[in-house]
């Protein structure tokens, strides 16, 4: 499975955007998917997960004002972001994981940049 993220842009804060992360292949087996930014010059940050059974966690930073979803249907998973402020600025990375008894698969993203800016 590759995954390819989407959506990015230049935003004024205070706007939204939608990123998207279409897979080449079926994301029904892929057990959680997740969201990860990373800023210039910092460690990539957790931001987002959702399981199959739909089931979304976020990291502190963007709770309320970001939310995950998946269309297993598009093979797509979404992150859609409000309220966005400058400190948003970064990749957007998305990343899957597929779990058996035996190991775990990790798929990523390329990334997408996100700047928030006047």
């Known amino acids: 499975v590759q995954l390819q993220a989407s959506g990015g842009g230049l935003v004024q804060p205070g706007g939204s955007l939608r990123l998207s992360c279409a897979a080449s292949g079926s994301i029904a087996g892929i057990n959680v998917m997740n969201w990860y930014r990373q800023a210039s010059g910092k460690q990539r940050e957790f931001l987002a997960t959702?399981?199959?059974?739909?089931?979304?966690n976020y990291a502190d930073p963007v709770k309320g004002r970001f939310t995950i979803s998946r269309d297993n249907a598009k093979n797509t998973v979404y992150l859609q972001m409000n309220s966005l402020k400058p400190e948003d600025s970064a990749v957007y990375y998305c990343h899957g994981q597929r779990i058996t008894t035996t190991r775990t698969y990790d798929y990523w993203g390329q990334g997408t940049l996100v700047t928030v800016s006047s």
């Open positions: 959702i399981n199959a059974g739909g089931r979304t």
